[in-house]
C-alpha cells in the first residue's frame, strides 16, 4: 500500500472516530440505512462573516446573482445534452471515456471511478465545499434569510469516505422569497465552484504554466495507458503502460506533435518501427475508430517532460518536486470545482440544479402538477446518470 493510501485509511479511520465521540452532536440523514448516510455536525462557524460580505458588497452581489442563475441553467442543459451524448459514444465507440464516475483516493482500479491522490483529494474537496456552502449562505443572507447553523457534514458508505460542509438556511423564511431569489440562492454554490474553477485556470495559463515550462524540457511522448476493448496495435506489440516513445520510423520523438506528424501520411495495415525508453517494437497500424482512413496506435499519450540539470543544480532536486506537487494541485482543483459544480446543477431531487427546476417550474404550473413534472425530471436524469454507469461497467 503507498503512501496516500496509508494516509487515505487513516483519514477515514480519524472521522469514523470523530462520528463516534460526536454522535450525540450529530444530525444524521438516512440514505440506505445502515449502509449509506449523510451525518452532520452543526456549529456557528463563518456566519458573520458571511453577514458582513452580504452587507458590504450588496450591489454587486446582487447581480452575481443573476449571472449564477443564468449560468446554472445553462449548464443543467450541458448536463442533459453531455448525458445522452456519452451514453451514445459509450454505446457507439469502444475507446470512448466514461462521462460519470465517483472520485475516491484509494488506487482500486474499480470501473466508474476516479482516482485522486489523497492529499490533492482532501484539500480539494475542503476547498470546494467551503466555497460551495459560504455561496450558498452569502446569498441567503443578501435576501435576508437567517442562517441556523453551518458545520461539516460526511456522506458515509458504511464508514463515512466524503467530508463536505453545508450552512443551514431557514426553509420557512426561504419559501417566503420570490423565485429570483431563491434562484440564486440555489445556483450560488455550484456558480461559485465553477468560477473558482475558471480562476484556477487563469491562475495556472497565467503565472505556474510559465514557470513549469521555464524549469522543463520535452522529452518524449508517454504512454499514460492502453485502449481497452479489442487488441490495438500496442498492446499487441508488448508496449506497456508508463513507457516513453522516443523514436518513430527512425525520426525522433520529443513532443505529441513529432508523433503525430511521424504517423502523417501513414494508413492503417501499415508497419512501422517504435522505439521507447525500454525498447524497439514493430507494429501494424489500425484503423481510427473514429476516422477509419486514419492510423491509430491505442494508446493515450501525452507529452513527457523533466526537469532541466540546469535548474536541479542551481536549486537542488526537492524544489522541482514541491513545485509540480503544487501544479498538480492546481489541476485538481480546477478539474473537481468544474466537475463537481457543474454535476451539482443536475436537477434531480434536493441538489442544487432540483432545487432550480422545482421552483421554475412552479412559475409555469399549479404546486401539484409542479411538483408532478419535476419528479419526472428527476427520475429521467436520475436513469440518465445510472445508464452512463451500468454501459462503464458492463463494457
Not at 164 to 171: G, I, L, R, T
Request: glycine residues 8%; without cysteine.
Amino acid at each position: 500500500m503507498d503512501i496516500q493510501s496509508i494516509f487515505a485509511v487513516l483519514f477515514i479511520i480519524f472521522l469514523s472516530l470523530f462520528i463516534l465521540v460526536k454522535r450525540k452532536k450529530m444530525q444524521f440523514q438516512k440514505i440506505l440505512t445502515p449502509f449509506i448516510y449523510f451525518a452532520m455536525y452543526k456549529t456557528k462557524l463563518g456566519l458573520k462573516l458571511m453577514d458582513s460580505i452580504a452587507k458590504k458588497f450588496s450591489k454587486p452581489l446582487k447581480y452575481i446573482g443573476y449571472l449564477g442563475i443564468m449560468v446554472g441553467f445553462i449548464g443543467i442543459g450541458f448536463l442533459g445534452w453531455s448525458l445522452v451524448s456519452n451514453i451514445h459514444n459509450l454505446l457507439t465507440l469502444p475507446s470512448a471515456p466514461a462521462g460519470v464516475g465517483i472520485i475516491q483516493p484509494f488506487k482500486a482500479g474499480v470501473k466508474g471511478t476516479v482516482y485522486v491522490p489523497f492529499f490533492y483529494f482532501i484539500i480539494s474537496i475542503f476547498v470546494l465545499a467551503i466555497v460551495h456552502e459560504f455561496s450558498h449562505g452569502i446569498m441567503a443572507r443578501l435576501h435576508g434569510i437567517e442562517i441556523k447553523s453551518s458545520g461539516f457534514a460526511f456522506l458515509g458508505v458504511l464508514v463515512p469516505i466524503i467530508p463536505a460542509a453545508f450552512v443551514e438556511p431557514d426553509e420557512e423564511k426561504l419559501k417566503e422569497k420570490d423565485r429570483k431569489a431563491q434562484l440564486s440562492i440555489f445556483a450560488a454554490g455550484p456558480f461559485a465552484n465553477i468560477l473558482l474553477a475558471f480562476v484556477v485556470l487563469l491562475f495556472s495559463w497565467a503565472i505556474a504554466a510559465p514557470i513549469a515550462n521555464s524549469v522543463t524540457e520535452f522529452d518524449g511522448v508517454l504512454i499514460t495507458g492502453l485502449m481497452e476493448g479489442e487488441e490495438y496495435p500496442a498492446e499487441q506489440a508488448g508496449i506497456s503502460e508508463g513507457e516513453v516513445i522516443t523514436n518513430v520510423n527512425d525520426m525522433p520523438i520529443t513532443t505529441v506533435a513529432d508523433l503525430s506528424k511521424a504517423l502523417e501520411g501513414k494508413s492503417p495495415g501499415e508497419t512501422v518501427s517504435l522505439a521507447t525508453n525500454k525498447t524497439g517494437y514493430s507494429l501494424t497500424l489500425a484503423p481510427d475508430p473514429k476516422n477509419e482512413s486514419k492510423p491509430y496506435l491505442g494508446v493515450y499519450i501525452r507529452d513527457n517532460i523533466k526537469i532541466k540539470e540546469s535548474f536541479i543544480q542551481k536549486y537542488g532536486s526537492i524544489t522541482p518536486k514541491v513545485l509540480f506537487w503544487f501544479f498538480g494541485l492546481l489541476s485538481w482543483l480546477f478539474i473537481l470545482n468544474l466537475g463537481i459544480g457543474i454535476f451539482n446543477l443536475i436537477p434531480i431531487g434536493p441538489i442544487d440544479g432540483g432545487r432550480m427546476m422545482h421552483v421554475t417550474l412552479e412559475k409555469f404550473f399549479e404546486k401539484e402538477k409542479a411538483k408532478k413534472i419535476w419528479k419526472s425530471i428527476s427520475f429521467l436524469f436520475l436513469m440518465l446518470v445510472i445508464t452512463n454507469f451500468v454501459i462503464v461497467f458492463i463494457k
